[in-house]
């Protein structure tokens, strides 16, 4: 039986994509690092799951396996800091934790596919595409991963494995907690979204839920905005 691959999977935006993906019936892989978590999650959703650490490239290869019918890559981390404060080590980890899983979902998801076709779904940011004091570092790579994915995009085409990406704003998950646990950081940054409220891990889900299901088999190369307007939209 074919299968969805989670990278990230206990995540909040991760886990509402694993809930959903059994919700319409598909089998689930969950994939991550802590296997407390991850066998709590497989536990309540009907799922299975592996250990893995994504920014290494033949651990996720080893793990994905052969049944692949899609995967999402939904490990990330968010730094907020001027270049002139980011040190090496924060520029490094960011990196890491962003594009290499990319490209590791990438690279690991087309040898899994190569033969039969499918659905690969990286996640980026708002961030990456307008201009935000003090995301640097996470624009940066999050732009590689949209720059990424559309030229798996057609590397992969004639194979029929579809390569699309996310870019979320501000989403309501523990990764963004800093800033929604500060009632000022929450009123400026909700303010900047032009409908009026920040995300929910539901609303990212459902769009990768969306661009990773088969019946939408004619969509490669899409950057899709799930950001309450923050990426393209000035409110009044």
């Not at 520029?91 to 899983?101: F, K, R």
Request: charged share 15%; proline share 3%.
């Amino acid at each position: 039986m074919s299968v969805f691959a989670v990278i990230g999977a206990t995540g909040g935006i991760g886990s509402a994509v694993a809930r959903r993906l059994r919700a319409r019936g598909f089998a689930v892989r969950l994939i991550g690092r802590n296997e407390e978590r991850l066998a709590l999650l497989a536990s309540e959703i009907g799922a299975t799951y592996a250990v893995a650490d994504a920014t290494r490239v033949l651990e996720l290869e080893a793990v994905l396996g052969a049944d692949l019918l899609g995967v999402v890559n939904c490990a990330g981390s968010l730094l907020l800091k001027p270049c002139h404060l980011t040190s090496e080590a924060e520029w490094e980890q960011v990196i890491a934790t962003n594009l290499t899983t990319a490209y590791a979902t990438v690279r690991a998801g087309a040898k899994a596919m190569m033969g039969t076709g499918g659905s690969i779904v990286l996640c980026a940011t708002a961030a990456a595409r307008t201009g935000m004091a003090n995301h640097e570092a996470v624009a940066a790579a999050k732009g590689g991963v949209m720059g990424l994915a559309l030229s798996a995009a057609a590397t992969y085409a004639p194979r029929r494995i579809r390569v699309n990406c996310v870019a979320p704003g501000l989403v309501d998950t523990p990764l963004a907690a800093r800033i929604t646990g500060n009632a000022a950081a929450l009123e400026a940054s909700t303010a900047m979204h032009a409908l009026g409220r920040i995300g929910s891990a539901e609303d990212v889900a459902s769009g990768i839920v969306w661009l990773l299901d088969p019946e939408n088999s004619w969509v490669t190369g899409q950057v899709l905005g799930i950001d309450g307007g923050l990426g393209t939209v000035r409110p009044r």
